[in-house]
């Protein structure tokens, strides 16, 4: 049994790895999008139950409609007096650090570019970092880095790239947090003594940051990302590594860390720059606001064409539109949008706190994955389908839920989704082996079935397997019992396996006219059978099919004695006994082995009837009911009135015959006065019958009877004889 088990057990775990395997490939191509959505849904539940420990570093300025006025071309050429409003007001206000969320690679009005540049000057060298440009080759492992307008890092800004990472939704998820540019390209020439470009070069490459690292790095003052062999690595000054970057870019990928902050979800909390350059508005309040932070400053109006997709405009629709300071959820113009400003802000905030959300590795996520595939594979094979699909689903739901507690608590995201299908692809398995088993089953029940009943009542068990727990029940049925003659004889000169084999012929012969006349072969009794009608399923005319039956039968055992005349001389015989009437029915037996019978009286009177064949020669002797029942269908012959073993009320019995011989009247004459105790005439009608048909068995048996009667009559004669 335990080697059963471990068998059954280890097909399982083997189904599960395999099933696991085939679920995380699907996850990673096929059903990436389910992957995304259950992303999202986390990003909404985390930014949901988070609560701020602490005011935010960053905080976001947006440009306006209002504030950019009429000036709505290309941005990079005419957005240069809001930004340079934008920096004085910030500078004024105490913000030593800002980020330009705005591209800035090519040169534009000379005086608004000098007035930019003076401003930008002001700034701590560095302070002020601009947005530049990746455009990536057509084999994305390269890209061309466009730098902003030199003038501008002349004045001692710092740049990084803008660019985000869009998945196949179009929403915006990831960031690249570092890369390396195989050319740079850059717009304006260089003062003389100007400074080398802020950035990191390696064998003629550059090292570039995201934009929100680059600010970040500016405003605490880090150290430069240092080369390892395995790629940049961006440090603390205490020597906290904060990123580790391979040089290849797309490698570099990190989650955004989607924050929440009091009465927003995903958003900063914004300030819109019409109201913050608005000289009305009293600056001490601002000054509060905005003063030692990190300041992102970008657009944030339609027509600037940052408009982003993220996890909250992919779930919910809406997005953050500023108009005057007024924060409002606009349906109709920006569904399903935000601006690039807000992923920059909560990605530089992150960096500040060195705490990026990060995925689980595809190593460890197929283990994971793999591992649920094992264990609920090899439960599968030991539980039923229904405590199996309980567990699957108990262990569904805490797999979500413990992924979800691992975003929440180490903003670390373990997909679920292959998990959930690998157990899903297992109940599929299950129930296709289930169904394929069950057809198996269904097949050699039915081949087995087929044998003992009848198609439809073996097609009603199958549909209804509850059938064969049937309560006890008095019905009326009718009871066939046959046993084979001769057989002694015949057997004598056989070897064993010949022997089965004979019997195994003339029981098959016998059992499928039982069935073929819709009748239930009850059991096999050596030689012989026990069939009965009426029961499971009630059939009206059962008396007459179960002497349709015994005819058959008989038609059956004369084409099994023509192929035997080849071999031998001895000939098998039978006799057949039929008798309706009621009797209990029923499933009896224990757990392990249970049977469907019947019993009563009219089952012993079959039996008894049967044994009769033997005293009268006839094959095929029927009860008083069964004739009765089946008298216009079919031909009988009174043969005699007995009392049987068993039973103390006298019945008269018949045998079914197919057609009428001329004697048979002159033998119910005698039979008639046989059972009147007119012994004189019964002689003489049964002598007569005995001179037409000297081979009939009854008339001899009747005619001998009669004799003896006549010399020493009883005192009281009710005409039965007993068996």
């Not at 020597?239 to 995903?266: D, H, M, N």
């Not at 000289?279 to 606001?289: I, N, S």
């Not at 805490?398 to 373990?414: K, T």
Request: glycine content about 8%; charged content about 20%; aromatic content about 8%.
């Amino acid at each position: 049994m335990t080697l059963v088990l471990s068998r059954t057990a280890f097909v399982g775990s083997v189904t599960g790895l395999a099933v696991g395997v085939l679920a995380f490939w699907l996850s990673l191509q096929p059903l990436q999008p389910l992957d995304r959505l259950v992303y999202d849904l986390w990003v909404l539940l985390a930014a949901s139950a988070r609560t701020v420990q602490r005011e935010w570093d960053v905080a976001v300025v947006g440009i306006d409609k209002k504030a950019a006025g009429a000036l709505l071309g290309p941005g990079d050429r005419q957005i240069r007096r809001p930004l340079t409003q934008a920096l004085s007001r910030l500078r004024e206000l105490g913000v030593d650090t800002v980020a330009v969320d705005v591209i800035l690679s090519d040169a534009g009005d000379p005086k608004l570019d000098d007035e930019l540049f003076q401003e930008i000057h002001r700034f701590p060298k560095g302070k002020v970092v601009l947005a530049c440009r990746m455009v990536f080759g057509q084999d994305r492992r390269s890209f061309q880095l466009q730098l902003p307008y030199r003038r501008f890092r002349d004045a001692g800004a710092g740049f990084g790239y803008a660019d985000v990472v869009e998945d196949a939704d179009s929403a915006v998820r990831r960031v690249q947090l570092a890369g390396k540019a195989a050319t740079i390209e850059s717009s304006g020439s260089s003062a003389p003594g100007s400074p080398p470009l802020p950035s990191l070069v390696s064998d003629q490459h550059a090292h570039v940051e995201y934009l929100a690292l680059a600010a970040a790095r500016a405003y605490r003052g880090w150290p430069a990302p240092r080369l390892t062999p395995s790629g940049w690595e961006g440090h603390s000054p205490e020597g906290t590594v904060l990123y580790r970057a391979r040089t290849l870019p797309g490698e570099a990928i990190s989650l955004v860390p989607f924050r929440r902050v009091p009465g927003r979800l995903g958003s900063l909390e914004a300030i819109a720059l019409s109201q913050l350059l608005n000289p009305g508005v009293e600056a001490a309040r601002y000054r509060v606001q905005l003063k030692g932070k990190l300041v992102v400053l970008g657009a944030t109006y339609p027509e600037c064409k940052d408009e982003l997709k993220t996890p909250f405009s992919s779930i919910f629709g809406p997005s953050l539109v500023m108009e005057s300071n007024v924060l409002t959820r606009d349906f109709e113009v920006l569904r399903h949008r935000s601006y690039g400003v807000e992923i920059v802000a909560n990605c530089a905030q992150a960096a500040l706190d060195s705490a990026f959300p990060t995925v689980l590795a595809s190593g460890p996520h197929m283990a994971c994955v793999g591992g649920v595939g094992v264990i609920f594979g090899a439960m599968s094979q030991a539980l039923s389908i229904e405590a199996w699909s309980l567990r699957a689903l108990i262990g569904g739901t805490s797999l979500a839920l413990a992924s979800l507690f691992a975003f929440l608590r180490f903003e670390l995201f373990v997909s679920p989704v292959p998990m959930l299908l690998a157990l899903a692809l297992l109940a599929i398995v299950r129930i296709w082996a289930q169904a394929i088993r069950e057809g198996l089953r269904k097949d050699y029940l039915q081949r087995t079935l087929s044998r003992y009943v009848s198609r439809e009542i073996c097609e009603a068990i199958l549909a209804n397997p509850e059938l064969l727990r049937l309560p006890a029940q008095r019905v009326e049925v009718t009871v066939l019992f046959c046993d084979l003659r001769g057989f002694t004889s015949r057997s004598e000169g056989l070897k064993p396996s010949e022997v089965l084999s004979l019997i195994d012929e003339f029981l098959q012969a016998m059992a499928s006219a039982v069935v073929e006349q819709g009748g239930v072969v009850n059991k096999f009794l050596g030689d012989g059978l026990m069939a009965f009608w009426g029961a499971p399923f009630p059939a009206p005319d059962h008396a007459a099919r179960a002497c349709r039956t015994g005819f058959l039968m008989l038609d059956r055992l004369a084409e099994l004695n023509r192929r035997l005349r080849k071999t031998s001389s001895d000939l098998l015989e039978m006799g057949i006994g039929i008798n309706s009437g009621p009797a209990v029915v029923g499933t009896v037996g224990y757990a392990e082995r249970l049977e469907y019978t019947l019993v009563g009286d009219a089952v012993n009177v079959a039996s008894r009837l049967q044994e009769l064949t033997k005293v009268y020669g006839r094959p095929l002797i029927v009860g008083e009911l069964t004739q009765a029942a089946c008298l216009d269908q079919l031909l009988f012959r009174r043969l005699d009135r007995v009392r049987v073993r068993g039973r103390h009320e006298p019945i008269t019995v018949f045998e079914a015959i197919r057609e009428a011989d001329p004697w048979m009247a002159a033998y119910e004459e005698g039979l008639a006065a046989y059972l009147d105790g007119r012994f004189q005439q019964a002689v003489s009608g049964f002598s007569r019958v005995n001179e037409l048909a000297p081979d009939d068995v009854p008339t001899k048996l009747l005619l001998a009877r009669s004799r003896s009667l006549q010399e020493t009559a009883p005192d009281s004669w009710d005409g039965c004889s007993s068996s």
